[in-house]
């Protein structure tokens, strides 16, 4: 995206796919001082646990995962929000048989992602 001024709007189906991890797809999108990133998790995946600088908050939309974060897991649904302060170790796993979406925003903006 450009400079403080200019204004983007893009849709998530022309923005490149990524699979960081087997059954995990991500699409990402990077603001001036924030990052966004839609992931989608088949049945069965699993983001091992791991922890970057920025602070996370995650959206769950569609599906259930286990979120481990700091050692605790919390089952976390559609409707569900989670912030993670950055630095906290954290992962994830599917719950079910259904697709998982998720949006999540990292503060400040990330220059590599796990």
Do not use: K
């Not at 001024?5 to 923005?15: F, G, I």
């Not at 989608?40 to 908050?57: C, D, I, K, L, T």
């Amino acid at each position: 995206m450009g400079g403080a001024s200019s204004v983007s709007v893009v849709q998530w189906d022309v923005l490149p796919v990524e699979s960081p991890r087997p059954g995990i797809f991500r699409q990402t999108l990077h603001g001036d001082r924030q990052t966004v990133v839609r992931y989608r998790y088949a049945p069965g995946s699993v983001f091992p646990v791991h922890a970057h600088p920025e602070e996370q908050v995650t959206m769950v939309l569609r599906g259930t995962l286990a979120l481990e974060v700091a050692g605790e897991e919390s089952i976390c649904g559609p409707g569900t929000v989670v912030v993670i302060p950055g630095g906290v170790p954290h992962g994830a796993r599917v719950v079910g048989e259904e697709e998982v979406e998720t949006l999540n925003t990292f503060v400040p903006r990330r220059t590599s992602a796990p």
